[in-house]
């Protein structure tokens, strides 16, 4: 009988500090379940400033001529000397002054793949912003080869021109040639 007078007593005991601390339980799953308040951080913004540089315009006489130029040593390098090269050289150095101004986001498509490949490139790999390049184009006297476009941004030492479809030789062999407008084109005095 002790031993059951005592396992009551045990039993009671531990049923009523059960009881008291039940409700401090409650409390702190209350405190868990309650949704605490997320903190508000403001976020990051990160921005880059575009320095946006002149480049020049495709009827730029200092352009053309310079154009004209590397288009002329370009086919007086070549060894097909035909009577399509040579009409193609006469129509293409004769009409120098026919390129218009191309919107560059129109040729950001597989339809014109050398174009935009090109233009991909240097916004990729050479870190030229869109706005810093000037896309020209020569409508195509001869529809076998195609139209000429000139890709011209401006570089360290002046402006970088890529004579596009000019041969069809792969995009490895890049017709490319730079200048500088302020030694090719001096100021003579009066």
């Known amino acids: 009988m002790k031993i059951f007078w005592f396992l ?3 039993l009671l005991s531990a049923v009523s500090a059960g009881a008291e601390e039940k409700p401090a339980a409650e409390n702190v799953l209350e405190q868990v379940s309650t949704p605490a308040e997320p903190e508000t951080v403001a976020p990051v913004v990160y921005t880059v400033e575009k320095e946006i540089l002149p480049v020049p315009a495709c009827n730029d006489k200092t352009l053309m001529a310079k154009t004209q130029e590397y288009i002329t040593a370009f086919f007086d390098k070549s060894d097909n000397k035909g009577v399509l090269f ?3 050289r006469q129509l293409l150095l004769n009409n120098m002054e026919n390129f218009t101004t191309e919107n560059i ?3 950001k498509t597989a339809a014109t793949s050398p174009v935009s490949d090109e233009i991909m490139d240097l916004q990729i790999n050479h870190n030229v912003p869109e706005e810093n390049m000037r896309l020209c184009k020569k409508q195509a006297a001869n529809k076998l080869y195609g139209d000429i476009y000139l890709l011209v ?3 360290e030492k002046g402006y970088k021109v890529h004579v596009l479809n000019l041969d069809r030789k792969p995009l490895a062999a890049k ?7 302020e030694l090719d084109n001096p100021v003579v005095a009066p």
């Open 105 to 107: 986001a129109n040729y």
């Open 8 to 10: 009551s007593l045990f």
């Open 153 to 155: 941004y401006p570089s």
């Open 86 to 88: 040579r009409r193609r």
């Open 175 to 181: 017709n490319v040639f730079e200048y500088r407008p």
